[in-house]
């Protein structure tokens, strides 16, 4: 079973740039596509943007102009970038896998099957 | 913005209970592309349910989703201690791409 590890400065001032990673392990960046979520404190979840194994990204509008996610298919990890942060963007951070092709069912699918631990990530001056 | 109300907002019960939870999107969603999700505290959510009514690996029998369109529910029969956690729907499609319910607490 494919697992995910995450890592990154939890604790940043305003205006700062948000830098986590997530390591695959026991499988392939390769045929996924690769996601970024968080949650603030005692609320839902917010999708922030994905990243494909052929290089495509999509984030969410919200956020599209400080986000910036990339893949490195060489040692198995994928990033997340999210300039300018406020106390606003407080909020525990996951990394997750998407899967888009069910082989037992032979139809499409769009939905979150393995997820990174969290990091919890704070902003203070 | 395609949005996912879900309810009721709290539910209790008691072991052996079945809990009957209940998401409504604001626009018609494929079915294919709605799931389900289990959160403990403290833990990342927990894939149960995808294409509205497939079981993820591992997930137990007792876990089943259903519906089209607008109306989607995920019963959870026979209620047990471990089920305690917070259910989350999913959607895929409109912009942003993914949305996700506010969630449903089973206590």
């Known amino acids: 079973q494919v697992l995910l590890h995450q890592e990154g400065a939890g604790l940043l001032k305003p205006s700062e740039t948000l830098s986590l990673t997530c390591t695959v392990a026991?499988?392939?960046?390769?045929?996924?596509?690769w996601s970024w979520i968080r949650q603030a404190p005692g609320k839902g979840l917010e999708w922030i943007g994905e990243?494909?194994?052929?290089?495509?990204?999509n984030y969410n509008p919200s956020l599209k102009s400080r986000v910036s996610m990339s893949l490195d298919t060489s040692n198995n990890h994928f990033s997340l970038r999210l300039s300018s942060v406020t106390a606003a963007d407080a909020a525990v951070y996951f990394c997750?896998?998407?899967?888009?092709?069910?082989?037992?069912?032979?139809?499409?699918?769009?939905?979150?099957?393995?997820w990174g631990q969290g990091t919890l990530v704070a902003v203070s001056s | 913005e395609i949005v996912l109300t879900q309810s009721p907002g709290t539910l209790s019960f008691s072991p052996g209970d079945r809990a009957t939870l209940s998401c409504r999107a604001s626009q018609r969603v494929s079915s294919n592309f709605l799931a389900w999700y289990q959160q403990k505290p403290g833990q990342a959510p927990r894939l149960l349910i995808y294409?509205?009514?497939y079981r993820a690996t591992g997930i137990p029998d007792r876990f089943s989703g259903s519906g089209s369109g607008t109306d989607f529910t995920l019963t959870i029969s026979r209620l047990e201690p471990e089920d305690v956690a917070v259910y989350f729907c999913?959607?895929?499609?409109?912009?942003?791409?993914?949305?996700f319910g506010q969630g449903t607490k089973v206590e």
């Open positions: 997750a896998r998407m899967t888009y092709y069910d082989i037992v069912t032979g139809t499409h699918r769009r939905d979150f099957d393995s």
């Open positions: 990243a494909s194994y052929t290089g495509s990204t």
């Open positions: 294409g509205a009514s």
């Open positions: 026991r499988g392939s960046l390769n045929g996924y596509y």
């Open positions: 999913q959607q895929y499609g409109g912009s942003p791409r993914y949305t």
